[in-house]
């Protein structure tokens, strides 16, 4: 099922004015990030209106509205709220004259208002609806932020995974999530994953029971979202599998049709878990920068074949 958001939030979200008090905004749902901008619509022109959109009324469209006669004006709101959309904003503190508000209380349509700019308005509201409207699901995991990348550890029950964020904390990594990730697709490229209400900030260790790390190791320590950069999955060592030792080709996990870099990490007695987590987190944030190790070893063993 699609998603979708209520007006009520949204205001809440962006701190909007309510101009009518008479609608009532939890019945209105809007289920498309993208935003609108009706100045041909409110000329008259409706062909591929995106009524579905909130609606944004900026200086451009404020000042055509108020140069329109009243005839043309009251004609033209008529037939403008008919096509059903879900709210119009007014930005810069405009506010919309007498014949708008009663044509949108007929209609039963919202009118909010905000003191913001109308492309500061637009950038943010369009980053909040697609966080709000992003695709969703939960998996079993743990998500930390290590030197600014969002590690993403998997793995059977029991294998390690919040004894190896616990360590993380403890060498000054953030901590995310545990147990449960809830992932966002917010586009093609970009995965946001953050932790249920109910689990935030706690992690479980089997012997100990649950730990609170913002109680326990304070503010710093934790953190309510990070996009998902690097996976790392841990799988018990297996003698007859034969595991990636260079790293010339990169393997990927896919989430929501998404692709991110996967590490499969083979887990034996004596391996530090948190300090091999932050070696792929900064050799990831390096090959990001440009620089591959894997491949300038194999660089310099062409050089070192053709110097014989």
Known sequence: MDKVVSVKRLAELM?????????????????????????LQLSGYFEHFANGRVQIIGMVEFAFLQ????????KAYNRFFEFDVPCVVFCRGFQADDDFMDAAIVHNTPILGTERTTSDFTAEVIRILSEELAPTIGIHGVLCDVYGEGVLIMGESGIGKSE????????????VTDDVVEIHRINDRTLIGTSPELTRNFIEVRGIGMIDIKSLYGVECVKES?????????????????????GMQEQYKEFLGNKVVCHKLPIRPGRNLAVICETAA????QKKMGYNAAHELYRR???NIKNF
């Open 282 to 285: 900064a050799n990831h944030r």
């Open 164 to 175: 190896a964020a616990l360590e993380l904390v403890r060498r000054g990594h953030r901590l």
């Open 226 to 246: 990070q996009q998902i950069d690097l996976v790392i999955e841990l799988e018990d060592w297996k003698k007859e599998t034969q595991y990636d030792r260079m």
């Open 15 to 39: 701190d909007l004015v309510n101009y009518t008090e008479e609608v009532e905004l939890s019945e209105k749902e809007i289920s498309i990030s993208e935003i609108n901008r009706p100045a």
């Open 67 to 74: 140069q329109m006669e009243k005839k043309m004006r009251k």
């Open 301 to 303: 063993v062409q050089e």
